[in-house]
């Protein structure tokens, strides 16, 4: 079994809270693009920003991944967006682990804020796919690694 290990150097048990989704099956990408949108909101904007996302009626900014991809009206200052539901449904576990994390430790939730969200590539799950002539082609699945630290501001 893996050690995992956060990111987040600073961590003070007294100050931060943290919360962290270890091999979702989820676009990595996708992944990324909330994390960096929701890094810096309090708990709050940010679970009902991703309600939103998931219900598709607000888009997240794509920043990194933007080429070839579509344009969105509600989007202002970005070339282009999408509504990554499925990352957005994964986040949100990990932002009720982080709030229930945050009650246990008797801290206020109006008050929490994200000051760190990462997603990073985790593990590949390699499968092939039997073709003609006895050849076969890769089907590989790239799992992600959500973390998000929180602190009182």
Same mark, same amino acid.
């Given at each position: 079994?893996?050690?995992?290990? %956060?990111?987040?150097?600073?961590?003070?048990?007294?100050?931060?809270? /943290?919360?962290?989704?270890?091999?979702?099956?989820?676009?990595?990408?996708?992944?990324?693009?909330?994390?960096?949108?929701?890094?810096?909101? !309090?708990?709050?904007?940010?679970?009902?920003?991703?309600?939103?996302?998931?219900?598709?009626?607000?888009?997240?900014?794509?920043? /990194? %991944?933007?080429?070839?991809?579509?344009?969105?009206?509600?989007?202002?200052?970005?070339?282009?967006?999408? %509504?990554?539901?499925?990352?957005?449904? =994964?986040?949100?576990?990990?932002?009720?682990?982080? =709030?229930?994390?945050?009650?246990?430790?008797? !801290?206020?939730?109006?008050?929490?804020?994200?000051?760190?969200?990462?997603?990073?590539?985790? /593990?590949?799950?390699?499968? %092939?796919?039997?073709?003609?002539?006895? /050849?076969?082609?890769?089907?590989?699945?790239?799992?992600?690694?959500?973390? !998000?630290?929180?602190?009182?501001?």
């Amino acid at each position: 079994m893996p050690l995992f290990r %956060y990111s987040f150097q600073r961590y003070d048990p007294l100050l931060h809270i /943290r919360a962290s989704g270890r091999e979702v099956d989820v676009s990595a990408k996708a992944a990324r693009e909330v994390c960096v949108f929701i890094k810096g909101k !309090l708990l709050k904007d940010a679970k009902d920003f991703l309600e939103n996302v998931q219900d598709k009626k607000a888009a997240v900014p794509f920043r /990194r %991944y933007k080429k070839k991809g579509s344009h969105h009206s509600e989007i202002s200052g970005f070339h282009t967006g999408a %509504y990554p539901v499925k990352a957005a449904r =994964e986040v949100m576990n990990v932002l009720n682990n982080l =709030e229930a994390n945050a009650e246990f430790k008797g !801290l206020d939730l109006d008050r929490l804020k994200i000051i760190h969200a990462a997603a990073h590539r985790g /593990r590949i799950i390699r499968a %092939y796919t039997p073709r003609a002539q006895g /050849r076969s082609s890769p089907s590989f699945n790239t799992l992600v690694h959500i973390e !998000l630290v929180a602190t009182e501001a």
